[in-house]
């Protein structure tokens, strides 16, 4: 079983529009929460992170977290297609170092 | 500028035949980690370094080796290549630890024939 969950995509939205992006993690554990974001052959750069339950605003970002219902999600408003590019869930869980990621979704932002 | 450096970029290698690949971080990163990327796979997690002489495995650290004699350098050994190991493979760093934001170095893609 995989420990971070999520949808491959790819996930299409039009411009403008809001993209939604799910994570769910299997260790209750976790502790951080990081989105990441990879452009094709390029390597992972951070978007943001959350610690706490709740959201986490930054710009056009928001990160929710439920560590009840164990899932984090990532909102992009007003999508642009420079927003084209996997995004990567990584998990943390506290005492551990060991980060997990997710194998990421593909997000496809339509002009 | 504050960056973390990989060589070589590409490899082309054959079964059996040493090699390593260097990692090094100039922002006095405590953690550096090793991941390999497979298409379907997502970025795994190889070995991992809280400090100096502390090295600890992640997720898939079967045929490979790390060292961390001095802080901003973090070297992945490949010591007998198979072909399963041809793959992406990113070195990380972060100032505190696991729980903290990775920066990555650019990538090496290794090919073993």
């Known amino acids: 079983q995989k420990e971070v969950e999520q949808n491959s995509g790819p996930l299409s939205v039009p411009e403008g529009a809001i993209a939604s992006l799910n994570c769910t993690y299997s260790?209750?554990?976790?502790?951080?929460f990081f989105w990441y974001r990879q452009y094709s052959g390029k390597s992972p750069e951070l978007i943001m992170f959350?610690?706490?339950?709740g959201d986490k605003e930054d710009g056009r970002f928001t990160a929710q977290l439920n560590k009840a219902s164990q899932y984090v999600s990532l909102l992009i408003r007003d999508s642009q297609p420079s927003d084209s590019a996997t995004y990567l869930c990584?998990?943390?869980?506290?005492?551990?170092?060991?980060?997990?990621f997710g194998t990421g979704t593909k997000l496809q932002v339509i002009p | 500028e504050a960056q973390v450096t990989q060589n070589p970029r590409y490899l082309i290698t054959v079964t059996g035949k040493k090699l390593t690949v260097t990692c090094s971080q100039n922002?006095?990163?405590?953690?550096m980690s090793w991941y390999r990327q497979d298409p379907g796979l997502g970025l795994r997690q190889i070995y991992y370094?809280?400090?100096?002489?502390?090295?600890d495995k992640g997720d898939v650290p079967e045929g490979y080796k790390v060292s961390r004699k001095e802080k901003r350098n973090f070297p992945l050994i490949l010591e007998s290549p198979s072909p399963n190991q041809t793959s992406l493979y990113f070195c990380?760093?972060?100032?505190f630890g696991g729980g903290d934001t990775q920066y990555f170095g650019p990538g090496t893609r290794l090919t073993v024939l």
């Open positions: 990380a760093s972060s100032l």
């Open positions: 260790d209750r554990g976790s502790q951080s």
């Open positions: 959350i610690y706490s339950n």
């Open positions: 990584a998990v943390n869980s506290g005492g551990y170092q060991k980060v997990t």
């Open positions: 922002m006095n990163h405590e953690y």
């Open positions: 370094s809280m400090n100096v002489e502390v090295t």
